[in-house]
Every structure is written in C-alpha cells, then in structure tokens.
C-alpha cells in the first residue's frame, strides 16, 4: 500500500512527490543545458574572449541575484505556520529584485568596462533577474505540490532561449542584441504561464504593508547575509582570475568549470523537492523519519558526484575537446578538481537549506561569512602562486571551511532534539 504524507490539510501521494521531483529535474536539466550550450556555442561563435565576457556576467550576476532572493525561498515554502501572506513573499521579491538591479548597475558602472561590456552586463543582469523572480511563484507551486508546473516553465525557458541564443549569434553576433530578445522571451513566458499557474493555486496580490514587508526582512537577512556570502565563494577567486590573467583565460576556465557546475545546480533541483516535507517532520517532531530522508539525500548528492567523476576519469578531456576542439586541451585537466569542488558546494547547499528549515540563523550566518572570508584573503595570492589552478584550490578550501561549520552546527542540532 503506498505510503501517504500529510501536509497541512493535504495527503500527498508518494507518486505526486515522484512526479513533482521527475518535472522539477527535467525541466532543470534542460534549462541548465540549455545555459551550458550557450558557453559551448558562444566560444565557436565569437572566441574565448566573448566567452569570457559571458562567464564574466555569469560570475557577477550570481553575486547579485542573491539580493533579489533574499534567501527566502526555503522559509517560505516551510512556512507552514502561514505567518507570512503569499502577497508578502510576492511584494517581497518584486521590491528586492529592483534594489538588486540597482546595486548590480552601479557596480558595472564603477569598474570601468568598455561600453560594449557594460551594455552587455547590464542586460545580461535583466535576463538573470527572471530566475529570483519565478522563483517566488514556483514557491507557491511548491506549497501546493505542483513543482511539476515550476519544471514546465523551467524547460521552456531553456529551449526557447537556447533556440533565440542560436538564431541571433547566427544572424548578428552580438551578444546584446541575443540577450534583449532573451529578456523579451523569458518574461513573456512567466506573465503568460507562470503568474496565472501560481494564482491559481494561491490568489495573491501586490500589497505594500510595511510592518510585514520589515517583519519579514528583518526575519530573512540572516539567511539573505549566509546567501550572499555563500555565493560569493564561486565568483571572488573567478573576478580575481580575470583581473590578473584576462578575460581569455576567464573564458577557458569557465568553458571547462560549466559542466562540472551542473552537480550542484541538479543536486539542488532533487532535494528542493522535499525542502516542504522536511518541515513537516520538524512540526510534528518526527527526528527518525527527518534523520532517514537527510541521509538518503546525503547518498544521492554523493552518487552524483561518483557519477560525475567516474565520467571525467572515462571522457573528460575527449569530450572537452569535441566540444570545444583543441584548444581547450591544456585546461581539460582542470574538469576532475573542478567537480570535486562542485561536489563539496553542493553539500555546502544541501546542508544550509536544512539549517534553514531548523531556524539556526546563527550557524549559517558563522558558516557563510566564514567561507567568503577565505576566499577573499587566499584567492588572490593562490592566483599568483598556482595560476588558474589557483581557482580550485581556493575554492575547495574556503568551501571545506564552512561545510565543516555547518556539519558541526547540525550535529549539536540533532543531539538537543529530542523526539
């Protein structure tokens, strides 16, 4: 007999969750390959150097986006209290999705690039913000157990922009020109598709109330200072690279650093999947259950980076090369430490959204500020010292630093909890 969830006043089969997770992951993949192929075809269209220029967007954006989330997707789908209206979380990420735009242009603007590389990050920044965006629909979605309409979108945003990114570098070669149609594309479809989809599921409206709109952010900026600093790791030793070695060299890394990124990109898109479940079994104090499904997801991330470095060992540098021909040989070995990094964030990840849901503010806030803080103090000397090879070694240090802070902040967790 299959097993039944109770969520709220909602049973949950086992086979909704599976459908749940199976869109979610497809529709996931296909808009992360869809964004990978962009750095595959951009290097045969236009050279490393635009290439790099997109990693570069790439890199900054990822920063930045992090003010548009707020870090307030995971409380607002374990908010099973309901202490926030889904008007709050919309108005929310409306207001903070503006600020973020603004914060990221007077930083463009302030370093000095070409206009050709401004008018590109600039627009880049709009297309990226549909991502924080959506995302506090699919929150809705998520409540209702519909994640199978956030992969429906997700798949359409990749193939449809995949397809425009094709058409247009074809046809002008410039990248602001693609990016505009992109916009015009992606938002098309969240107004047409995604909007509609969560209001029926949960009518909402904008509403300015401050008291809730304060409440709610002063609830989530430690959790919105842990996201900044977590994703910061990525992108700091990436800056410094293209600081000191250029743009060309930026564009090789990230050529080679983008499948590998797709680790924890996926294993995020799996556990996400249970983040409302997970609440619920710290509701109604059920440690055994919570503790069995934490170690399955635990298994699956590690089965994914097995996977992945399995494939590396198999056809990494052949597959390099196919891709992005020969050229790419002397950077192909950089994929296996590459994934192995990938795989220590997406622990990183998997670990900060279950301290979310356990409210332990503190612990990710020590973990995040812990971790950009190495990277910023050793990613510019490890640069000097080892090069490109500098990045991984950077990265994998200042990551091992707060996974290590948030395994211990978990386990002190687990031993007060008494069930």
């Not at 900054?60 to 789908?77: G, M």
């Not at 499948?259 to 294993?267: C, F, G, H, K, N």
């Not at 995020?268 to 997801?297: D, G, P, Q």
């Not at 500020?369 to 990613?379: F, T």
Request: with cysteine.
């Amino acid at each position: 007999m299959e097993e039944k969830i109770i969520s709220g006043a909602k049973q949950v089969s086992g086979e909704t969750i599976r459908k749940n997770m199976l869109w979610n992951v497809i529709g996931s993949v296909g808009f992360i390959g869809a964004q990978w192929m962009m750095t595959i075809l951009i290097v045969h269209l236009a050279g490393y150097t635009e290439a790099g220029y997109l990693s570069l967007g790439l890199s900054l954006t990822n920063i930045f986006t992090n003010i548009a989330y707020f870090c307030i997707r995971n409380y607002q789908v374990s908010d099973t209290a309901g202490k926030y209206s889904q008007d709050i979380y919309v108005t929310h990420r409306i207001l903070a999705t503006a600020v973020a735009f603004i914060l990221y242009g007077l930083f463009v603007l302030c370093n000095g690039y070409s206009f050709y590389v401004t008018a590109f990050l600039l627009l880049f920044m709009v297309y990226r913000l549909n991502e924080p965006l959506v995302d506090v629909f699919h929150g809705i979605d998520q409540r209702a157990w519909r994640l199978d309409v956030a992969g429906q979108s997700f798949l359409m945003r990749g193939i449809l922009t995949l397809g425009i990114f094709i058409l247009l570098e074809k046809l002008t070669g410039s990248l602001t020109i693609t990016t505009f149609v992109m916009i015009v594309a992606v938002y098309s479809i969240i107004l047409g598709f995604d909007i509609p989809r969560a209001h029926r599921c949960t009518p909402f409206r904008l509403r300015l109330e401050r008291n809730s709109l304060f409440s709610l952010t002063k609830e989530c900026f430690p959790l919105f200072i842990y996201a900044v600093c977590l994703n910061a790791v990525v992108p700091i030793p990436r800056y410094f690279l293209e600081r000191i070695a250029g743009s060309e060299v930026l564009g090789y890394y990230g050529s080679v650093a983008i499948p590998a990124s797709v680790i924890q990109l996926l294993s995020s898109y799996i556990y996400t999947t249970f983040t409302t479940l997970f609440s619920e079994y710290v509701s109604r104090n059920e440690k055994k259950k919570f503790m069995a499904l934490f170690w399955k997801l635990v298994a699956a991330i590690l089965g994914l980076v097995l996977l992945a470095v399995a494939g590396c060992i198999l056809l990494g540098e052949w597959v390099l090369v196919l891709v992005f021909t020969e050229s790419i040989r002397d950077y192909a070995y950089l994929l296996l430490p590459t994934i192995l990094c990938c795989g220590v964030i997406a622990l990183i990840w998997f670990m900060g959204a279950v301290l979310t849901i356990l409210r332990d503010r503190k612990g990710l806030l020590l973990g995040g500020i812990a971790g950009a803080a190495a990277a910023a103090v050793i990613s510019w000397p490890c640069i000097l010292k080892w090069g490109v090879d500098g990045v991984n070694i950077s990265l994998f240090l200042s990551s091992a630093v707060t996974l290590l802070l948030f395994g211990i902040r978990f386990v002190s967790y687990m031993k007060k909890w008494q069930p």
